[in-house]
């Protein structure tokens, strides 16, 4: 189960590779990730480091 009806795509696409749960986990820490940065800015703090 991902994002994209693996089976019926996989007739018309050219190449495709199933993402196993889709892309659901990245879009989070990628939100989470923004989150942090704007509060860090917004209150004049340092971003941490990896972020």
């Known amino acids: 189960m991902g994002d994209v009806d693996f089976d019926g795509a996989k007739e018309r696409a050219l190449a495709?590779?199933?993402?196993?749960?889709g892309v659901g986990p990245m879009t989070i820490a990628c939100l989470l990730n923004n989150t942090v940065?704007?509060?860090?800015?917004?209150?004049?703090?340092a971003i941490p480091g990896g972020v």
Do not use: D, R, Y
């Open 16 to 21: 495709i590779t199933p993402v196993p749960k």
């Open 37 to 45: 940065k704007a509060f860090c800015l917004q209150n004049g703090l």
